[in-house]
């Protein structure tokens, strides 16, 4: 997660017209402290139970957790990139990323 805190500037455009949201099955209380001490500029979202994890593919019910998966949704709503697994430690998917936040991205008149 620290790499999307990291290159949160430059990937989201500092958050403008594009939303992060980091779901997982950990507690809404030790996201908040987490994501506070770390200084994360973006939202997280608790998923105790895997129900929106499960609705995307991500979530392992056998562990229990969420897959490592990322999903660019356009403006309509509609998904129009996913990397699952996402290869957090591969250069080029942060470059695959940056792409698909462009295209998704509303552009200025």
């Avoid at 997660?1 to 949160?8: C, F, G, L, S, V």
């Avoid at 979530?59 to 990322?70: E, F, H, I, Q, V």
């Amino acid at each position: 997660m620290e790499a999307y805190r990291d290159q949160y500037a430059t990937l989201f455009n500092n958050g403008r017209k594009v939303v992060v949201i980091g779901i997982s099955v950990d507690a809404d209380t030790a996201q908040y402290s987490w994501a506070r001490d770390a200084n994360f500029p973006m939202l997280f979202g608790s998923d105790p139970d895997g129900t929106v994890g499960s609705l995307y593919g991500a979530y392992d019910a056998a562990r229990k957790t969420d897959n490592r998966s990322l999903y660019v949704v356009g403006p309509d709503g509609r998904i129009t990139f996913k990397a699952q697994p996402f290869r957090q430690m591969a250069e080029e998917a942060y470059t695959e990323l940056a792409a698909a936040v462009d295209k998704a991205s509303p552009k200025e008149p």
